[in-house]
T-cell receptor
Framework: KAGVTQTPRYLIKTRGQQVTLSCSPI?????VSWYQQTPGQGLQFLFE???????NKGNFPGRFSGRQFSNSRSEMNVSTLELGDSALYLC??????????????FGPGTRLLVL | GEDVEQSLFLSVREGDSSVINCTYT??????LYWYKQEPGAGLQLLTY?????DMKQDQRLTVLLNKKDKHLSLRIADTQTGDSAIYFC????????????FGTGTRLTVIP
């Protein structure tokens, strides 16, 4: 089975721009979660999508949004980029059908640099 | 709330055992996980333990959970240079939720 894939792997943007990141989960998985990893804040949960609906949300401003398509692929969008948004953005997939008891498998991440 | 802590660094000699520790504050944790992150890579799931278990062994890995003290440890037997990485413990608090709360990560360095 192919693993979780994320595109692009690297991205450079300037302040004020917006960015869209993509995540394709493992085949058959319906849950996609997004995390932000920075040296200062560590790994933080952004949101989770299941069956095209946002199921859980972390404590991030509304500039961070996401969506999920019928094939379970997910995108996250960050508008009005700030320098502090520079981070590694990881997505994780799981079956989503075991009430949170399933394990999450992570993609390689997208490294975003905001200048 | 959720607060997961780990020591930042650990160095061991190749062939020795490594023990990475983690403490958490929320007693409603359901599952506790160990992930490994190598430089420039995503997170690799190593193992997990349900909160009603005390111990889980998987080849060279042994997970111990002391729920009373909210202490989780990962023991790696016969540590190899390929085990050098950052190790994260993580917890989920709610059944039906796929949001993981991660510790700060422990950088394991294996000295040949």
């Amino acid at each position: 089975k192919a693993g979780v894939t994320q595109t692009p792997r690297y991205l450079i943007k300037t302040r004020g721009q917006q960015v869209t990141l993509s995540c394709s989960p493992i085949s058959g998985h319906r849950s996609v979660s997004w995390y932000q990893q920075t040296p200062g804040q560590g790994l933080q949960f952004l949101f989770e999508y299941f069956s095209e609906t946002q199921r859980n949300k972390g404590n991030f401003p509304g500039r961070f949004s996401g969506r999920q398509f019928s094939n379970s692929r997910s995108e996250m969008n960050v508008s009005t980029l700030e320098l502090g948004d520079s981070a590694l953005y990881l997505c994780a997939s799981s079956s989503g059908t075991s009430g949170g008891k399933e394990t999450q498998y992570f993609g390689p991440g997208t490294r975003l640099l905001v200048l | 709330g959720e607060d997961v802590e780990q020591s930042l660094f650990l160095s061991v000699r190749e062939g020795d055992s490594s023990v990475i520790n983690c403490t958490y504050t929320d007693s409603s944790s359901t599952y506790l996980y160990w992930y490994k992150q190598e430089p420039g890579a995503g997170l690799q799931l190593l193992t997990y333990i349900f909160s009603n278990m005390d111990m889980k062994q998987d080849q060279r890995l042994t997970v111990l959970l002391n729920k009373k003290d909210k202490h989780l440890s990962l023991r790696i037997a016969d540590t190899q240079t390929g085990d050098s990485a950052i190790y994260f413990c993580a917890e989920t608090l709610q059944t039906g939720a796929n949001n993981l709360f991660f510790g700060t990560g422990t950088r394991l360095t294996v000295i040949p």
